[in-house]
C-alpha cells in the first residue's frame, strides 16, 4: 500500500515503514539504543531526504525509548539521578547540534556531511565495541569474571555525586559531557546516541550493564523530542505521516525487545549490537564509494 509523504515529497509502502519502525523498535528494547543510527540510514536507502530522515528519525526514537523505558522501570533498571545528570548535558547539545545543522544545510553541503558522520561515528565505535566485546565473551567462556576497573580517571575528578541505582560515588563532570555529545549527536545525525552512551556508560562511568539500557532510553527521550521540536520549528522537516507508522511499529517492537534482551547475556547482547553497527557502516560507506547511475540531476529550488 503506497502512501504519500508530504514533507519527504515521496510515495513509500506503509507496511514497509511499519516493519522498520517495528525492527528499531526490538532494537531499542535490547540494546538501549534509540535505534536512530540504523533507522536514519534505513530511510537513506528507501528513498527519504537525509535533512527529513534526521528530523523525523528523532520523533520516532522518542516512542520507541518510551515503551522501553516502562518495561525497564518496572524492573527497577533504571538510575534516574545518573539519567538527570546526563539530559542536562543532552539538552544544551541538542540546542547546539541544531545551530550547527542549520548552518551546514544553508551551506547545501547537510547531506554530505550526515551520511559521512555516519560511516566515521559507527566505524570507530562498532569496531571497539566488538573487539572489547569478544575479550568479555572470551573471559566469560573461560571462567574468569570480566573485571572492570573500579579505580580510573573518573574517580578524580571533582564535583561527586553518589549514584545510589549504579552503586557509584563519580563525578557528575563526566556524564555532562557524555550527554553533551549525544545532544549534539541526536540533532545532527538523528540517532538517540545509545551507539555511544551505552559503551561510554559501561566502560568510562563503570556503570553495570543491567542499569545501563534503561538509564540510556530514560535520557534519549527526553533528547530526541526536544530535538525534534527544533527541528519542526526551525527546519520544518519533520514529516507526521513518516514519524507515525514508524512509531507505531516502534513501540510494538520495543516491548518484544526487551524481553529478547533479557534473556540473553550482555556480553552476547554487545556483541550483535556491534555487528549491527559495522553492518550499516559498511552499505553507508558503499554507497558513498560507488559512482552513482545518474551522475547529474536536474532540479527547480522551491
Given at each position: 500500500?503506497q502512501?504519500?509523504?508530504?514533507?519527504?515529497?515521496?510515495?513509500?509502502?506503509?507496511?514497509l515503514?511499519?516493519?522498520?519502525?517495528?525492527l528499531?523498535?526490538?532494537?531499542?528494547?535490547?540494546f538501549?539504543?534509540?535505534?536512530?543510527?540504523?533507522?536514519?540510514?534505513?530511510?537513506?536507502?528507501?528513498?527519504?531526504?537525509?535533512?527529513?530522515?534526521?528530523?523525523?528519525?528523532?520523533?520516532?526514537?522518542?516512542?520507541?525509548?518510551?515503551?522501553?523505558?516502562?518495561?525497564?522501570?518496572?524492573?527497577?533498571?533504571?538510575?534516574?539521578?545518573?539519567?538527570?545528570?546526563?539530559?542536562?548535558?543532552?539538552?544544551i547539545?541538542?540546542?547546539f547540534?541544531?545551530?550547527?545543522?542549520?548552518?551546514?544545510?544553508?551551506?547545501?553541503?547537510?547531506?554530505?556531511?550526515?551520511?559521512?558522520?555516519y560511516?566515521?561515528?559507527?566505524?570507530?565505535?562498532g569496531?571497539?565495541?566488538?573487539?572489547?566485546s569478544?575479550?568479555?565473551?572470551q573471559?566469560?567462556?573461560s571462567?574468569?569474571?570480566?573485571?572492570?576497573?573500579?579505580?580510573?580517571?573518573?574517580?578524580?575528578?571533582?564535583?561527586?555525586?553518589?549514584?545510589?541505582?549504579?552503586?557509584?560515588y563519580?563525578?557528575?563532570?563526566?556524564?555532562?559531557?557524555v550527554?553533551?555529545?549525544?545532544?549534539?549527536?541526536?540533532?545532527?545525525?538523528?540517532?538517540?546516541g545509545?551507539?555511544?552512551?551505552?559503551?561510554?556508560?559501561?566502560?568510562?562511568?563503570?556503570?553495570?550493564?543491567?542499569?545501563?539500557?534503561?538509564t540510556?532510553?530514560?535520557?534519549?527521550?527526553?533528547?530526541?523530542?526536544?530535538?525534534?521540536?527544533?527541528?519542526?520549528?526551525?527546519?520544518?522537516?519533520?514529516?507526521?505521516?513518516?514519524?507515525?507508522?514508524?512509531?507505531?511499529?516502534?513501540?510494538?517492537?520495543?516491548?518484544?525487545?526487551?524481553?529478547?534482551?533479557?534473556?540473553?547475556?550482555?556480553?552476547?547482547?554487545?556483541?550483535?549490537?556491534?555487528?549491527m553497527?559495522?553492518?550499516v557502516?559498511g552499505?553507508?560507506a558503499?554507497?558513498?564509494?560507488?559512482?552513482?547511475?545518474?551522475?547529474?540531476?536536474?532540479?527547480?529550488d522551491?
Amino acid at each position: 500500500m503506497q502512501i504519500y509523504l508530504p514533507i519527504a515529497e515521496v510515495s513509500v509502502n506503509a507496511f514497509l515503514l511499519l516493519g522498520l519502525g517495528g525492527l528499531v523498535g526490538i532494537l531499542s528494547g535490547m540494546f538501549g539504543v534509540g535505534g536512530g543510527f540504523l533507522m536514519t540510514p534505513l530511510m537513506f536507502f528507501i528513498g527519504i531526504p537525509p535533512a527529513v530522515a534526521v528530523a523525523t528519525g528523532a520523533n520516532q526514537i522518542v516512542a520507541s525509548s518510551f515503551s522501553g523505558v516502562l518495561a525497564h522501570l518496572r524492573r527497577r533498571t533504571v538510575d534516574l539521578r545518573m539519567g538527570g545528570v546526563l539530559l542536562i548535558g543532552g539538552l544544551i547539545g541538542a540546542g547546539f547540534g541544531v545551530y550547527i545543522f542549520n548552518l551546514l544545510r544553508e551551506m547545501g553541503q547537510v547531506d554530505l556531511l550526515v551520511r559521512l558522520c555516519y560511516v566515521l561515528f559507527l566505524g570507530v565505535i562498532g569496531a571497539l565495541m566488538f573487539v572489547e566485546s569478544l575479550r568479555a565473551l572470551q573471559k566469560s567462556r573461560s571462567g574468569k569474571r570480566p573485571t572492570r576497573k573500579k579505580h580510573n580517571w573518573v574517580h578524580g575528578l571533582p564535583l561527586k555525586v553518589r549514584f545510589r541505582t549504579s552503586g557509584l560515588y563519580i563525578s557528575v563532570i563526566p556524564p555532562l559531557l557524555v550527554g553533551l555529545l549525544v545532544g549534539v549527536l541526536a540533532a545532527v545525525m538523528g540517532v538517540g546516541g545509545g551507539f555511544i552512551m551505552v559503551p561510554a556508560m559501561i566502560y568510562i562511568l563503570g556503570m553495570p550493564t543491567k542499569v545501563v539500557v534503561g538509564t540510556s532510553l530514560f535520557q534519549i527521550i527526553f533528547v530526541t523530542g526536544f530535538t525534534t521540536v527544533l527541528h519542526a520549528a526551525t527546519n520544518h522537516t519533520v514529516d507526521m505521516v513518516l514519524a507515525v507508522l514508524m512509531l507505531i511499529g516502534g513501540v510494538v517492537g520495543a516491548q518484544i525487545g526487551t524481553r529478547i534482551g533479557v534473556r540473553m547475556k550482555a556480553e552476547q547482547l554487545r556483541i550483535l549490537l556491534a555487528l549491527m553497527v559495522l553492518l550499516v557502516c559498511g552499505k553507508l560507506a558503499l554507497e558513498l564509494l560507488i559512482e552513482p547511475a545518474e551522475l547529474y540531476s536536474i532540479g527547480s529550488d522551491g
